[in-house]
C-alpha cells in the first residue's frame, strides 16, 4: 500500500494558489527517484563503510542541487528559494546521520538473544510498527506516584494556556527518571529496540504531558475559510527518523480522554524516503521562521496562515506535503474512511506500554472530548550517538549532519513536532 498524498490543488484553504509558478514536475520527481534510489541502495548494504555513505550523500547532494538550479530558473520568490534552500539541506543532513547510524551498527553493533517474548514483540514492531508490553508492576507504582506529582502545575499551565500544549521534561536522574529506566530494562524493550534499529539502544529523554478537552492547539486550523476540523486530525508520523518511542498512560484513558491511535502497518506502506523528509523538513522550517509571529498555538503556522499557504503552493508540487497530513484530509473522502477503518485504539490497560516506531507508523493522542489525561512519552536513541558525534567532529561530512539531529532531539521530547 502506498503512503497517502493530499492533492493541495483541490483543497479548500490552497486550491486558489495553485499555479503561481509552473514547474516541471517530470524533472523534479526524476531527481527525487534518483535520491530514492541511492538511499534505498546504501540501506541494503550489510556492512556500509565511511566511504560508501561519502559516495551516497555525495551522490544525494548532486541530484538535490538539480531540484534548486530548476527553481531558481523559475525565478521564483526569494522566500521560496529559502524555503528551498533549507528543506534540502534539512533533507540532506538527515539521510546522512542515518548513513552514520548504518556505518557504526555495521561497525559495532552485536546481536542480542532475545527471549520468546521479545522475539515476537520484535517481529511485531517490524510488522505492524508497534507492540504492546506490560511493565513490572513495583516499578510502574513507582513510576504513576511520582508522575501524578507533576499533575496539578501541568493542569494549572494548560488551564491558563490552552492554545499551547502541557507539557514538562522529566528531569535526568530524578526519582521519575530512574523508574522509567528500571520499567523499560525490566520490560526488555531496550533489547527489542537495540535488535529492530541494530543499534544498542538507551534513553534520550521522558515527557509528561497534560490534556483536557478546551484546548486549542490542534484545533480550527482552517477556520479562516470556514473548513471544519478533519476526522483524522493530529494524524501524523514524527520527526526523528531514529527516534523510537512508548507512551505510558498515568491515569486512565477510554475513547473519550485522549487515547493514543494508530494505524497498525503504516510503517511498511510505501513511501518515498526523499519526499517524507522533505514534508518533514518543510515542517520544521516553517516553525522555526514563523511560530514567534503567530497568534495563540505554535501548532502548523502554515496550514492556519493563508499567506504561508501561498508560498506553500509556489513550491514544487513533489514538495507539497507535511508529516501531519492528517488536519488535511477532507471528512468525507475515500482517503479519510480508508484511514478511520484501519485506525486502531489503545486504551488503558494499567501498567503498560504502547512501544512503536513513531517517525514511520501513523499514529495520533492528546485529543481529549471530556475528562483529563496525563501520559509519558519515553523516547529512545542509539547509545552510540555520542561515539557518532564525538567521531565526526573531525572535518567530515557528517559533522552538519549530526548537529542538526542533535539540535531537534530536544525538541522532539517536549511534543513540538
Not at 85 to 113: C, K, L, P, Q
Not at 121 to 133: A, E, K, N, R
Not at 255 to 262: H, V
Not at 328 to 357: K, N, P, R
Request: charge should be neutral; charged fraction near 25%; glycine fraction near 6%.
Amino acid at each position: 500500500m502506498r503512503y497517502p498524498e493530499i492533492d493541495y490543488s483541490i483543497h479548500p484553504a490552497y486550491e486558489k494558489y495553485k499555479g503561481a509558478v509552473h514547474y516541471n514536475d517530470a524533472l523534479i520527481f526524476q531527481q527525487i527517484g534518483n535520491v530514492d534510489a541511492v538511499f534505498e541502495n546504501f540501506c541494503a548494504l550489510k556492512s556500509p563503510s565511511e566511504a560508501d555513505a561519502a559516495d551516497a550523500l555525495s551522490d544525494i547532494k548532486k541530484s538535490m542541487e538539480h531540484i534548486l538550479i530548476h527553481a531558481q530558473e523559475k525565478n521564483v520568490s526569494i522566500l521560496v528559494e529559502e524555503w528551498l534552500d533549507s528543506v534540502v539541506n534539512w533533507t540532506i543532513a538527515d539521510m546522512g546521520h542515518e548513513f552514520s547510524r548504518r556505518v557504526f551498527s555495521a561497525r559495532d553493533y552485536r546481536s542480542i538473544a532475545l527471549a520468546r517474548d521479545n522475539r515476537e514483540q520484535l517481529s511485531l514492531l517490524q510488522t505492524q510498527g508497534m507492540y504492546i508490553t506490560g511493565l513490572p508492576p513495583e516499578a510502574y507504582a513507582d513510576i504513576r506516584r511520582l508522575a501524578l506529582e507533576y499533575m496539578p502545575g501541568l493542569r494549572q499551565r494548560a488551564l491558563s494556556d490552552r492554545f499551547n500544549r502541557s507539557v514538562t521534561n522529566v528531569p535526568f536522574n530524578s526519582p521519575l527518571w530512574k523508574a522509567i529506566k528500571r520499567a523499560v530494562n525490566e520490560a526488555g524493550i531496550l533489547d527489542v529496540l537495540s535488535e529492530y534499529k541494530r543499534n544498542k539502544m538507551t534513553l534520550l529523554g521522558a515527557g509528561l504531558e497534560y490534556s483536557y478537552p478546551e484546548q486549542d492547539w490542534y484545533q480550527n486550523l482552517y477556520e479562516d475559510v470556514g473548513l471544519s476540523d478533519s476526522p483524522m486530525q493530529y494524524l501524523h508520523v514524527d520527526e526523528g527518523d531514529c527516534l523510537p518511542k512508548s507512551m505510558i498512560y498515568v491515569t486512565p484513558v477510554d475513547e473519550e480522554n485522549g487515547a493514543t491511535r494508530a494505524i497498525p502497518g503504516s510503517n511498511c506502506w510505501e513511501i518515498s524516503p526523499c519526499r517524507i523528509r522533505m514534508h518533514k523538513a518543510l515542517d520544521r522550517v516553517v516553525v522555526n521562521r514563523y511560530a514567534k509571529f503567530v497568534h495563540k498555538t505554535h501548532y502548523r503556522p502554515l496550514a492556519r496562515h493563508a499567506e504561508l499557504r501561498r508560498i506553500f503552493m509556489e513550491l514544487p508540487k513533489p514538495m507539497q506535503g507535511s508529516s501531519h497530513f492528517g488536519d488535511d484530509i477532507l471528512a468525507g473522502t475515500e482517503l479519510a474512511c480508508m484511514l478511520a477503518e484501519q485506525e486502531i485504539t489503545y486504551l488503558s490497560q494499567g501498567g503498560q506500554a504502547l512501544v512503536f516506531d513513531g517517525p514511520h507508523l501513523l499514529h495520533r493522542g492528546s485529543l481529549v472530548k471530556s475528562g483529563e489525561r496525563l501520559a509519558l512519552q519515553v523516547i529512545y536513541r542509539n547509545q552510540n550517538q555520542e561515539d557518532i558525534k564525538s567521531y565526526f567532529n573531525k572535518e567530515s561530512f557528517f559533522k552538519d549532519q549530526v548537529a542538526v539531529v542533535k539540535k531537534y532531539a530536544r525538541k522532539f521530547v517536549m511534543g513540538y513536532v
